[in-house]
């Protein structure tokens, strides 16, 4: 027991509140924020469909790589900074820990503002890359650039909620992220259909509505327990660099996201036509609220695992990894069966009746959730080995999932089978890493997560 644990009622809760209440009292709060933050996308697009059309539906879905773009780049400084953070607390180094704050929020406002610039300088190259057509263009083109102008506020949100939840206030980053969505379907209504602002309205909405959340945030500087200090920046590129470093598996999950949209979005128009565009619009959608749910499990379990590891306590991250792991299956099994019994009902938030698409779209989500047995496991243990400084193994895994075998997968299946196999690179991918996975985690030293 460190001297800390006298001092610090944070390192008293960590070192001693039983590890499953514990992993409790982080795992609802992250889950419900990060489902809040998911479902502003949603919103978004169930808002398009009903009031704007399905082109436009497929349009904001085309632009919706710019959001795992900025996401990527949050989690990436924010993940790769809160874990550093977390250890420095768990070694009791707590000026480390205010300096650690300090570079990722001036990262941040460096990084972001090179990508704002770029994407309003190439507003059009940037949609065609990401899979716009002439009949789709004005919707992207609408979206991507009002979501480009709140880059900021949405990187910062996401940031400030991982270090406040890594600074032992989970419920607040939750009340922020909470605020956001109920304004962001407030907002859409008025946005899109009092005030028929189309896409637009649908971005300034999200926008606005995030710009508020942060304010939220911005309450925890006034709590006494608060670890979260601005010092004095110093010219430490090493520093910098670590919170690269660290953070870059979170980064690679989230950009490889934004690469699969828009692979896919590519794959489908040329085998299947705007019909296959549009039902990929609306399983990507619920894919992406479904994702933010397993990276929830693997946020919920990182504070507690970089704690426990700065600190040295190995039996007690054992614990956490198991109940990350377990959590993340249930999951996973859950989500399959809602697939298989209410794909109707899913289809139906979206206001499409085309049949074409229905029939297609209720086909894939059939083929595409079979993936979600496999992809929590998968990120709960990419997440745990980034948390202990194992960034090597952890970026391998997202790798394997998401670009190694994911791309193979999807250019091979469309030209040797039915245009409907496109859907199962996803899950195929998911399956093969976790046989991987299993197997060097049995067979191999080095991938054994729990450290001597």
């Not at 709060?29 to 502003?40: E, I, K, Q, R, T």
């Amino acid at each position: 027991m460190t001297t800390a644990t006298q001092q610090d009622p944070m390192a008293l809760k960590l070192q001693t509140s039983p590890p499953k209440k514990l992993f409790l009292s982080y795992l609802f709060p992250s889950l419900f924020g990060m489902l809040l933050m998911a479902s502003n996308i949603l919103v978004d697009g169930i808002f398009v469909s009903h009031g704007v059309g399905e082109q436009a539906l497929a349009g904001v879905n085309i632009a919706t790589p710019i959001f795992s773009i900025l996401l990527a780049v949050s989690l990436w400084i924010g993940m790769g900074g809160a874990t550093l953070f977390s250890i420095a607390l768990g070694e009791n180094k707590f000026q480390k820990a205010h300096a650690i704050f300090t570079r990722s929020i001036i990262l941040t406002l460096v990084i972001v503002g090179i990508l704002i610039v770029i994407g309003l300088w190439k507003l059009k190259a940037v949609a065609y890359l990401f899979g716009a057509s002439e009949v789709t263009y004005p919707y992207v083109r609408d979206y991507l650039w009002v979501i480009l102008i709140f880059g900021f506020v949405f990187v910062l949100e996401n940031i400030l909620s991982i270090f406040i939840r890594n600074d032992g206030n989970p419920k607040l980053a939750m009340t922020g992220l909470g605020v956001t969505a109920v304004l962001n379907v407030v907002l859409n209504y008025f946005f899109i259909f009092i005030w028929q602002w189309g896409v637009s309205g649908a971005a300034y909405a999200t926008g606005i509505a995030t710009l508020i959340g942060l304010c939220i945030l911005l309450l925890h500087f006034r709590t006494p327990a608060n670890h979260l200090h601005f010092v004095k920046p110093t010219r430490s590129l090493r520093g910098m660099l670590d919170i690269l470093k660290i953070g870059l598996p979170s980064y690679v999950v989230e950009m490889s996201f934004a690469v699969i949209v828009v692979m896919y979005n590519l794959t489908f128009l040329h085998y299947t036509g705007e019909v296959g565009v549009t039902a990929f619009a609306i399983i990507n959608y619920l894919h992406a609220v479904f994702l933010m749910i397993f990276i929830a499990v693997g946020a919920s379990i990182q504070p507690l695992v970089s704690y426990h590891y700065g600190a040295r306590l190995y039996d007690r991250l054992k614990s956490f990894l198991l109940l990350g792991i377990l959590t993340a299956t249930i999951i996973g099994v859950l989500l399959l069966i809602i697939g298989i019994f209410g794909k109707s009902l899913l289809i139906k938030l979206f206001g499409v009746d085309d049949p074409t698409v229905v029939v297609f779209t209720e086909k894939g989500i059939l083929l595409y959730f079979t993936g979600y047995i496999f992809l929590g496991f998968n990120l709960v243990i990419a997440e745990y080995f980034q948390a202990i400084k194992r960034i090597r193994l952890s970026v391998l895994i997202v790798l394997s999932r998401s670009i190694l075998l994911f791309m193979p997968l999807l250019i091979l299946l469309p030209m040797a089978l039915p245009s409907i196999t496109i859907w199962l690179a996803f899950p195929i991918a998911e399956g093969l890493t976790c046989i991987m996975l299993l197997i060097c985690m049995k067979w191999v030293p080095k991938a054994n997560p729990i450290p001597k």
